[in-house]
């Protein structure tokens, strides 16, 4: 019964929320004297390492988007010290196969400020700076907006930050990497894409416990990212049941013990596991 419960309960409880958890701001540290972007952890902390973020185009108006922002956490920056974000070059559009140059352009802005637009050439454009707060934090919502004629596609946009704060040196590349009007799954594969070949290859950290595959289930792992890949590889090893019960972890789906009381996985899949799952999943990566 609790196994049927299992495929009920997790297929219709976390479907809408894996489209909403595929967005989260950019975690900012500073690690090794360098600007690192990452995503945000227990502690709280933040686990650098992360160069490649989702967004999408139109969830509130047509065409736009101010997600991912970037946020970290107070003390990380010199307070009232400058953070500048560059455009590394000219917008990619994703074939299916990998990525080619577009002609459209994205425009980014913030309120008053005058906006910038990527190039037309392959060439860096520098943008605007914003100051840090007095807490040292550096919390902001750029504004994305695709020009016309904002046709549909997947869309890759290389970014980097500085910092006019003394021995901070600019951070690795990173990749925004945005969705017009196409399917989830057409949207996953180019994030997949870049992060194996642009970012560095292999996978992206673990975000939480019900980060429990990458895209596509390959068997490389946790990823960064919570999909609907993770709920199926958790629907499908909780029915399955291998391993369980035991002394220990049975499989993946076995991410609590009885109670949810922290001692981890105990070799029985019951629908504290369930429960677990859903509520890591609804918290998202960030």
Known sequence: MIRAVAFASAATALMSPALAQHEGDIALAIDGARIATGVFAAGPAVQPGLRVFASTFGTSVANFANDPGFDCLPGTFAPGSQIRFTIMGQLRRWTGAGLELSPLQIRVGLGPVTPVFSPTTDTPVQGFSLVVASNGQWHRHLQYTLQAPATDGVYSLEMQLS?????????????????????????????QWII??????????????????????????????????????????????????????????????????????????TVDDIIAFVNAFGDGCV
Do not use: K, M, Y
């Open 163 to 191: 910092s006019n704060q003394s021995g901070l040196a600019p951070s690795d590349s990173f990749w925004l990497v945005f969705n017009q009007n196409r399917s989830f799954a057409e949207h996953d594969a180019a994030v």
């Open 196 to 269: 194996t070949n642009l970012a560095g290859g292999g996978v992206s950290p673990a975000c939480n416990r019900a980060d429990i595959t990458d895209i596509g289930d390959t068997g490389a792992g946790p990823d960064g990212q919570l999909t609907v890949d993770d709920i199926i590889a958790f629907v499908n090893t909780f029915g399955d049941g291998t391993g369980c019960p035991g002394a220990g972890p049975c499989n993946r789906a076995d991410i609590t013990d009885i109670g949810d009381t922290g001692a981890g996985a105990d070799g029985e899949l």
